[in-house]
């Protein structure tokens, strides 16, 4: 990093300062052997050409030390697709970052999840597509996946490495909740984390295949209650809510620029995965500039930062400071204006258009999945219309 | 399913000799200043007093020990400290971010 630059904003002058991101999402690739229909990687997929080098991701990492980022979200794709993870996982350590694995763990081996360990990887976030193995392979169009998974969550707590099971929730696994919840507890997971889909990229693409109903979604947050409930102490749930059936946002990604900085395989910084869907944004690259700087100064994350961006009902809403006016990527995706308040929010001229879309395609029988490919023909449909 | 689960509900006791995991880091984070508990997707930022009992929590000294030494440092009645410890030990736990040593303490000597 270059040290005669003054890249802190005014009012700091070490780089390492309150202001800086918590946490790092280090998208090392998007080549995954998996192809769910609800990926949050974009429609086009940029593949092994002008992915970050080893040495890249290594600064990067130094950088994210420097900054005071405190966790590491090591994922992708699939972040085990690159065989130099080891490396880059070495470098975080030594930088001080707490170090998390999102996997979906079919690639691995015990001998590499060993050497991980053996480096210091904090904890491994472990995805399952649905405990029924046949509905796995479908979900997410890979043969054996359930098995395998198993298998890499006993090597996970035979290592002593920390487990949380990832289950995205959607019409076609819903029923089987309570099934995934006691699978995290017979694999010996202290977290799972319940994601219901949000509609981004792929997901937004397969909506009407994934979208549950108010009923089966109501039910769904009723059985994580008990759940919650009966397994204090063993399971600590964490809980992503389904936008369509809400009546508030959520502060997506913790209010722009605030907590966390993700960084895409060929290294452009992005406040949020979804931010390159909106219009005359400018993205930095770690190849050009310093993450500090990126992240303090960047156009990005400057143009959403904090609340002085924000219109009415936002502007003036007690909540501002809470929800931070929920998510841009959504607000302009069915506004077509990003500015405007996340049309989760009941006070959206929008909200209602939102809920009832939502109401209707779950009604319908679910049309096929679009599996997320690289080379899949991409949805040029202006998404003001789609969703 | 529920009974047939092989882990169990930590209990915090006066006789508990709490510690954290060993994935779950303490640490003072230099940019912000502040201590800090690093654990899975989570940061944890506790108070003083927290960072107090967890400075003690070392899976060798029990509640009631580290209760003691809290009352003396503090000046303040034991009987509140202990109320204060125990609650703050046992929602930690359930957050997943505090274990206790089960072990006997003969057998570790």
């Known amino acids: 990093m270059s040290g005669n630059r003054s890249i802190a904003p005014a009012d700091d002058t070490s780089a390492a300062c309150t202001r800086a991101p918590i946490g790092l999402l280090a998208e090392l690739t998007y080549r995954c052997p998996l192809q769910c229909p609800y990926c949050s990687n974009p429609l086009e997929m940029t593949g092994k050409a002008g992915e970050l080098s080893t040495a890249e991701w290594q600064d990067v990492m130094r950088q994210a030390g420097e900054l005071g980022i405190l966790q590491l979200h090591l994922s992708g794709g699939e972040p085990a697709v690159r065989t130099d993870l080891e490396d880059i996982l070495a470098s975080a350590v030594e930088a001080g970052l707490y170090t998390n694995l999102i996997t979906s763990g079919v690639i691995l081996t015990r001998k ?243 809920k009832a879309l939502a109401e209707k395609e779950s009604h319908e029988p679910a049309p096929p999945f679009i599996y997320r490919r690289m080379n899949a023909p991409a949805n040029k449909t202006h998404a003001t219309s789609s969703v | 399913m529920a009974g047939t689960f092989v882990r169990e509900r930590l209990l915090i006791t006066s006789d508990s000799r709490p510690l954290l995991p060993s994935h779950i880091k303490l640490r003072y984070d230099n940019a912000r200043r502040r201590w800090i508990i690093l654990a899975p997707e989570r940061v944890f930022d506790p108070d003083d007093t927290a960072v107090a009992v967890l400075r003690l929590a070392d899976g060798q000294r029990s509640v009631a020990a580290i209760v003691a030494a809290l009352a003396r440092d503090y000046e303040a009645p034991v009987d509140e400290i202990r109320t204060d410890v125990m609650a703050m030990l046992q929602d930690l736990a359930d957050k997943g971010v505090m274990t206790a040593n089960l072990e006997q303490r003969h057998e570790r000597q």
């Open chain 1, 112 to 354: 590499r999840l060993k050497g991980l360990a053996d480096i210091g990887l904090d904890h491994v976030q472990l995805s399952i597509q649905d405990t029924d193995p046949a509905s796995a392979e479908r979900i997410s169009n890979y043969k054996g996946g359930a098995e395998k998974k198993r298998e890499v969550a006993r090597w996970v707590r035979e290592l002593d490495l920390p487990l949380t099971i990832n289950a995205v929730v959607h019409r076609q696994n819903i029923e089987n909740l309570p099934a995934m919840i006691d699978y995290a507890v017979e694999v010996g997971a202290s977290r799972i984390e319940v994601a219901h889909t949000q509609y981004y990229a792929w997901a937004l693409r397969n909506r009407a295949a994934l979208i549950p109903t108010r009923e089966a979604f109501m039910k769904s947050m009723a059985i994580v209650e008990e759940a919650k409930q009966r397994l204090k102490g063993i399971l600590v749930f964490d809980v992503v809510v389904h936008d369509h059936y809400a009546v508030r946002p959520k502060p997506c990604m913790g209010g722009w620029g605030r907590n966390l900085v993700d960084i895409t395989p060929i290294g452009i910084v992005l406040p949020c995965h979804a931010a390159p869907t909106l219009p005359g944004m400018a993205f930095d690259n770690i190849r050009d500039r310093p993450l500090a700087d990126i992240w303090f100064n960047g156009q990005a994350f400057q143009k959403f930062r904090g609340t002085s961006w924000m219109k009415e009902p936002c502007q003036t809403c007690d909540r501002r400071e809470i929800d931070w006016g929920g998510c841009r990527c959504q607000a302009f995706a069915m506004t077509g204006d990003a500015a405007n308040a996340d049309p989760t929010c009941v006070l959206s001229s929008w909200h209602a258009d939102f």
